[in-house]
């Protein structure tokens, strides 16, 4: 298997975004402590398990250079949030593939170019003989809810039928998928292609639930109706609860064919997975029409189409949450649609007119050095191929990614970029990481994993030192994400026990 593929245990933030979905994000009251970003001054004395700044570099060695690590490569920057001091460093300069770490950079370029308060607006105008134009602009949060809003408000409007309903799908222009991303992420959900006119994540929601010992899984849709448009694989397996649990997902690309196998324990509870839809605005229009027909107003026409509207009156919108939200939901969940959309947003304030066909995620990619370097960010520390991390074109080192980190901590945004983040044992891709422990540990970071590769950057709130924000990236390796982790949360464990002496 190349990688943690849809964990049921969860895993951080499978092959760069989670694979499966936790809904619902709490903001705990550690969000307001690690705001802030002065310096914690020591208030209780040192303790047996302390450790001296000047012990911390044997410590870390002796983790990274362990037999099981003789093949894999660690780039390690570790140094106080409130200076350029280095406490540790290993090959901090060079180049590493950092998985979903990469949306620490398109998430500050984001806030540092569109603002916290930026909202996407997705518009309905109206044609002539009754045609209706939907605009899409990215919007990655739009589900049903959405929809209804917009029939509604063209119900008050006075529409009762619709001869032609078209979606302008134009707003991003370039290919819906990245090319450099790998086959099989393409058809899973935390791939999905990234367009203008999106619905539910451009994803589809199969419901694996465990039978009896020996039977497949039960594979229902999210969405009952789409059981009669796609054909399902089934090689899963229903298992003894001493046995793991895992499931892989996938599509093929030419033909409605769904894929599942893998196994889950018997009575466990049923679990979710996504693959990701193949024509997302067709897919969108189609939504759409229904909820239009359920509001009374028939469609006899549906297509998708590039229109010049002229000056055509907007009937009916709605807008998605503001930046500081979908920059939270890119980070503490690693969600890779939010952070491409986010890219390609990057692409389209330029101000500049667009060149007909111009990649507007390449675009983006420019405007996101561009924000960077502005903010202090070394251009020459990273090179980016997408905005989310999946791609392995993907190049940054541990220097950039705490370059990133301290200098977002004293912006304007520093606050909505920090409580971004994922906290330890609370929530987001490290809720259940680094949460068993005798003293509490107050870390804010981003995780990142594809086979091979483990990463976290972030910020920790050391007791009887003070905040320092660290990079720590593993590659090249042969060993599980899980023991990947386990190492680098062992690092983590180090710092929090740093005292002054």
């Known amino acids: 298997m190349k990688a943690d593929f849809f964990k049921i245990e969860r895993c951080g933030d499978c092959k760069g975004s989670d694979a499966l979905r936790i809904k619902g994000i709490a903001v705990s009251f550690l969000v307001l402590i690690l705001g802030r970003t002065s310096a914690v001054v020591a208030q209780t004395p040192g303790v047996a398990g302390d450790i001296c700044p000047g012990e911390l570099g044997a410590k870390v060695?002796?983790?990274?250079?362990?037999?099981?690590?003789?093949?894999?490569?660690?780039?390690?920057?570790?140094?106080p949030l409130s200076s350029t001091a280095t406490l540790y460093s290993r090959e901090a300069t060079k180049y590493f593939i950092p998985a979903s770490n990469v949306k620490l950079l398109t998430t500050a370029a984001a806030l540092q170019k569109l603002g916290a308060d930026f909202r996407i607006k997705t518009s309905v105008y109206?044609?002539?003989?009754?045609?209706?134009?939907?605009?899409?602009r990215g919007d990655p949060s739009i589900a049903e809810t959405q929809l209804k809003?917009?029939?509604?408000?063209?119900?008050?409007?006075?529409?009762?039928?619709?001869n032609e309903l078209i979606g302008d799908d134009s707003y991003f222009q370039g290919s819906a998928v990245n090319p450099n991303w790998e086959w099989e992420d393409a058809q899973a959900g935390y791939g999905a292609p990234v367009n203008s006119l999106i619905y539910n994540q451009n994803s589809i929601e199969l419901l694996?639930?465990?039978?009896?010992?020996?039977?497949?899984l039960k594979v229902s849709f999210a969405e009952p109706k789409l059981a009669n448009q796609w054909q399902i694989l089934n090689n899963s397996i229903t298992v003894p609860t001493t046995e793991s649990e895992f499931v892989e997902v996938g599509r093929e690309f030419d033909r409605p064919t769904i894929r599942v196998s893998?196994?889950?324990?018997?009575?466990?509870?049923?679990?979710?997975?996504?693959?990701?839809?193949?024509?997302?605005?067709?897919?969108?229009?189609q939504h759409f029409q229904q909820v239009l027909v359920a509001e009374g107003i028939p469609v006899k026409q549906a297509l998708v189409a590039p229109v010049s509207r002229n000056g055509d009156r907007e009937l009916a919108f709605v807008?998605?949450?503001?930046?500081?939200?979908?920059?939270?939901?890119?980070?503490?969940?690693?969600?890779?649609?939010?952070?491409?959309?986010?890219?390609?947003?990057?692409?389209?304030?330029?101000?500049?007119m667009p060149v007909p066909q111009e990649d507007t995620g390449e675009i983006g990619l420019k405007e996101l050095k561009t924000a960077l370097t502005q903010l202090g960010v070394n251009p020459n520390s990273y090179k980016l191929a997408d905005g989310s991390g999946l791609s392995r074109h993907n190049l940054i080192s541990p220097e950039a990614l705490v370059q990133t980190l301290r200098l977002m901590a004293t912006s304007p945004a520093g606050f909505i970029y920090r409580a971004s983040l994922p906290v330890a044992g609370e929530s987001g891709t490290l809720k259940t990481r680094i949460n068993n422990t005798p003293n509490?540990?107050?870390?804010?970071?981003?995780?990142?994993?594809?086979?091979?590769?483990?990463?976290?950057?972030?910020?920790?709130?050391?007791?009887?030192?003070?905040?320092?924000?660290?990079?720590?990236?593993?590659?090249?390796?042969?060993?599980?994400?899980?023991?990947?982790?386990?190492?680098t949360d062992e690092i983590v464990l180090l710092l929090n026990r740093l005292r002054r002496c």
């Open 319 to 352: 807008e998605s949450p503001p930046l500081a939200e979908l920059v939270k939901e890119t980070n503490r969940e690693s969600n890779n649609l939010y952070a491409e959309v986010l890219l390609r947003l990057l692409g389209k304030v330029t101000g500049k």
């Open 126 to 136: 109206g044609g002539a003989n009754g045609s209706l134009y939907v605009a899409g």
């Open 208 to 216: 694996l639930s465990p039978q009896a010992i020996g039977q497949p």
């Open 440 to 487: 509490r540990v107050i870390l804010q970071a981003k995780t990142g994993t594809l086979s091979g590769v483990s990463a976290l950057s972030g910020y920790i709130e050391v007791p009887n030192y003070e905040p320092l924000v660290f990079s720590i990236i593993i590659n090249q390796s042969d060993l599980s994400a899980a023991k990947m982790r386990s190492a």
């Open 149 to 162: 809003s917009l029939a509604s408000q063209l119900k008050q409007r006075g529409i009762s039928q619709v």
């Open 61 to 79: 060695d002796a983790i990274a250079n362990r037999a099981e690590f003789s093949r894999s490569r660690w780039g390690i920057l570790i140094q």
């Open 262 to 285: 893998g196994q889950l324990k018997v009575g466990a509870e049923s679990e979710s997975a996504y693959v990701a839809v193949v024509n997302p605005a067709s897919n969108f229009l």
